[in-house]
């Protein structure tokens, strides 16, 4: 499996952004999918997930209200909808995949597969 995100860049305070992840495989619909973020010097924290139908998705709390993820399984693709952004969300964020059913969903060690990245800056 490979995922390429990509949506990043940098926006002011309030604004919105749209991150992509495209998946390759013929068996992305079965994967339940993460975003994660990572900034200088913190660890990589989870944001948000979704579960192969898209009908159960997590949040963090900071980003609950503001961030929606999504997925179109016709398009091997998930989104993550980031509104109302802050100076905070500032961070390289990555998508990855989870290939074993029901496994806890805000552990990164718990994915299998990862993006590249892309950086999202927010702008005071």
């Known amino acids: 499996v490979q995922l390429q995100a990509s949506g990043g860049g940098l926006v002011q305070a309030g604004g919105s952004l749209r991150l992509s992840c495209a998946a390759s495989?013929?068996?992305?619909?079965?994967?339940?999918m993460g975003w994660f973020r990572q900034a200088p010097g913190k660890e990589r924290e989870f944001v948000a997930a979704?579960?192969?139908?898209?009908?159960?998705?997590y949040y963090a709390d900071s980003v609950k209200g503001r961030f929606t993820i999504s997925r179109d399984n016709a398009k091997n693709t998930v989104y993550l909808q980031m509104n109302s952004l802050k100076p905070e969300d500032t961070a390289v964020y990555y998508c990855?995949?989870?290939?074993?059913?029901?496994?806890?969903?805000?552990?990164?060690?718990?994915?299998?597969?990862w993006g590249q990245g892309t950086q999202v800056t927010v702008s005071s």
């Open positions: 990855a995949a989870q290939i074993t059913p029901a496994r806890p969903i805000t552990l990164p060690y718990e994915y299998n597969y």
């Open positions: 495989g013929r068996t992305f619909s079965s994967y339940a």
């Open positions: 979704i579960r192969w139908s898209g009908s159960v998705t």
